[in-house]
């Protein structure tokens, strides 16, 4: 039945022009219901980055761009697990990225701090965050540690950071207003990868290659589920299909190298 729903879908998307494939994957032996339970937001989350501070520029910037062929700035994919954690890898993933650009040195840094220590700024551990809401919480907190000094988990526990092995900080937050999505585009050409969260719909979770689409998504900002890293964009050859490049956090068995 599995196998006769994905070529359904496969047929969708190539009727929309896309060429984007569904297949098995480590999650194909779960329904919706048991996958959005272990790996997807249970708190409700409206998200906060609905008015954006985020300056527009004049001139041009990258028609396309893919930080991970650029240098040596993007970690490879990590896997949350059983824990509603997407949001803590959105945020490091990009905090990692953007210290990398500015310095050379790519870092590891700690998801698990962020679980048990970032519940002040309205984040709940495996239950769901923002990454706006994370960045906060280290802009403030302050700093963040590395995975060698504070290793994952997945799952919630006491705060243990350790200020003096801090690694990471923040100067400022940046949000992106809700759906300005040309904003986005210009901040990941012109600075580095950034972090959004979007709705994950049933089939996302087969997502094996190629261009995603579909049509099913709400327009409200509360019925987001999942937060990942955006590493780049482009178009497609010969269709001009814009595409993002997403970096997931659910292991580099899932989709395209995860």
Not at 40 to 69: H, M
Not at 102 to 131: R, T, V
Request: glycine share 10%; proline share 5%; charged share 20%.
């Amino acid at each position: 039945s599995h196998i006769i729903q994905f070529e359904a879908h496969n047929l969708d998307f190539i009727w929309q022009g896309r060429k984007g494939q569904l297949g098995l994957n480590p999650f194909s032996d779960m329904t919706f219901a048991e996958f959005r339970k272990k790996f997807l937001w249970q708190e409700p989350q409206n998200c906060s980055a609905t008015k954006g501070n985020f300056v527009r520029r004049n001139g041009p910037y990258p028609s396309a761009i893919d930080w991970r062929k650029k240098g040596n700035f993007v970690t490879p994919v990590k896997n949350q697990g059983p824990c509603g954690s997407c949001w803590t890898f959105s945020t490091t993933g990009c905090l990692e990225s953007a210290i990398a650009i500015a310095s050379g040195k790519l870092l590891e840094l700690a998801e698990q701090q962020l679980i048990d220590c970032a519940q002040a700024f309205n984040n709940h551990g495996c239950n769901g965050g923002l990454p706006s809401q994370a960045f906060e919480y280290i802009l403030y907190n302050p700093g963040l540690m590395d995975e060698d000094s504070y290793p994952y988990r997945a799952q919630n526990g006491t705060c243990k950071f350790q200020r003096e092995k801090a690694v990471a900080f923040v100067k400022d937050v940046v949000n992106i207003t809700l759906y300005d999505e040309q904003g986005m585009e210009e901040a990941v050409g012109r600075y580095n990868p950034v972090s959004f969260a979007f709705q994950v719909t049933e089939d996302f979770m087969h997502y094996q290659k190629g261009i995603y689409s579909n049509r099913q998504c709400d327009q409200t900002p509360d019925k987001v589920n999942h937060a990942v890293l955006a590493v780049g964009y482009g178009e497609e050859e010969g269709s001009s299909l814009p595409f993002w490049i997403a970096k997931n956090s659910w292991g580099p068995s899932w989709g395209m190298d995860g």
